[in-house]
């Protein structure tokens, strides 16, 4: 019943969102990304669309995105953090484009710790493993404003479920790509 | 029977007539742009705003001619242990243009409602206790429109906020900032 209620909250939200969308007049097809440049490669760090290093893909008004950021330290800890994103782009000018997004992420975390408590009188400590695979899912708006020719600035807000959907907060997102054709 | 009621419900009462007088004035200007058969401004906006006009989170936005209408919403859930609501809506007329700059008068209503665990160390047990914070934020101010580049809308607002929580009510000054791409 809890998660209904989450996902009712993460429902009307995206809705709210999605409203002007659904009442904007229809705008005819926009090139692939600005200026026609399809690929894009750089940092993206978001709450629930991956941190690290990301890829976006740009096709006609669709464009999928992807990061991801590995960890290792020195054996006692693992995380590995990957992300997508899914957008559709509402808008477009010379210098932004507007666009929706839905955005997944999964972080898996393992690593080695010690657990301290007292037995017959003394204090003992025990190495135990934990793990933690978590999943977030967002959707929200984004805008995507063009830099020195080259560069898009991107910056995504909206409302996201987190930790397996036991959170429900604002997600937001920004990222710097390089684009190339 | 006027004395029990409860200052929501007087809010509550009050709202109507404000936001009737906010409409009522950019009524005006609709109607005298129909009978000049003026094609209406009809926009919309995506961004988001923070402030105790609305509060803070992400918030659309309508224009229709000279009114222009808000809605901002931010939530945070954990466990259902720690959670805030925070819906605002407002309206602004556009009084003045100039240039890309737009000034007017923004009403703006705000509804809180925040709820989380509060743990106390009384006689070596922690006792937990719930702190609720439920009230209404009632502001009335002036507004700023700039337009970059005729998309990007960057918005100012400042004048003063009734503030009603539960037994607490202040008369305070309010602001709020927004950024929006319009289209």
Redesign the interface.
């Known amino acids: 019943m809890r998660y209904v209620n989450r996902f009712i909250v993460l429902f009307v939200a995206c809705l709210l969102l999605a409203l002007p969308a659904i009442a904007q007049n229809s705008q005819p097809e926009t090139p692939s990304g600005k200026d026609g440049k399809r690929h894009g490669v750089g940092l993206h760090y978001g709450k629930s669309t991956g941190k690290g290093l990301a890829y976006r893909y740009t096709h006609n008004r669709f464009a999928v995105q992807a990061a991801a950021w590995p960890r290792y330290n020195n054996a006692d800890k693992f995380n590995f953090n990957q992300g997508i994103a899914f957008m559709y782009q509402l808008h477009s000018n010379k210098y932004m484009n507007l666009y929706l997004y839905q955005g997944h992420q999964f972080t898996y975390t393992k690593g080695q710790m010690y657990k301290y408590y007292v037995r017959n009188g003394y204090y003992c400590r025990e190495l135990v493993t934990y793990e933690y695979p978590w999943y977030a899912l967002s959707m929200g708006a984004g805008l995507e404003v063009e830099v020195f020719d080259a560069f898009s600035l991107n910056l995504m807000w909206g409302y996201g479920c987190y930790e397996n959907f036991s959170m429900t907060s604002i997600s937001w997102e920004v990222g710097l790509f390089y684009l190339l054709n | 029977m006027y004395n029990h009621m409860s200052i929501m419900q007087k809010l509550l009462l009050f709202l109507p007539l404000q936001v009737l007088l906010v409409f009522s004035v950019s009524a005006q200007d609709i109607t005298r742009a129909s009978d000049d058969t003026v094609h209406h401004n009809e926009r ?5 705003a923070v402030g105790s006009f609305t509060g803070w ?2 918030s ?1 936005r ?1 224009d229709y001619d000279k009114l222009s209408l808000q ?1 901002t ?8 242990k720690d959670r805030f609501n925070l819906f605002g809506f407002a309206f602004r007329h556009k009084s003045m243009e100039t240039g890309n700059s737009v000034f007017g008068p923004k009403l703006g209503v705000l509804l809180v409602n925040e709820r989380s665990p509060l743990f106390r160390e009384a006689s070596y047990h922690s006792l937990i206790d719930i702190y609720l914070n439920e009230g209404v934020v009632l502001s009335l101010g002036a507004a700023y429109e700039y337009l970059y ?4 809308s960057l918005n100012l607002a400042a004048g003063y906020g009734f503030y009603a929580f539960g037994k607490n009510k202040t008369l305070h000054l309010s602001f709020e900032a927004g950024m929006y ?1 319009m ?1």
């Open positions: 919309y906006g995506l961004g988001g989170g992400p659309v309508y809605f919403y931010s939530c945070y859930d954990d466990n259902a580049k005729q998309h990007l791409y289209f």
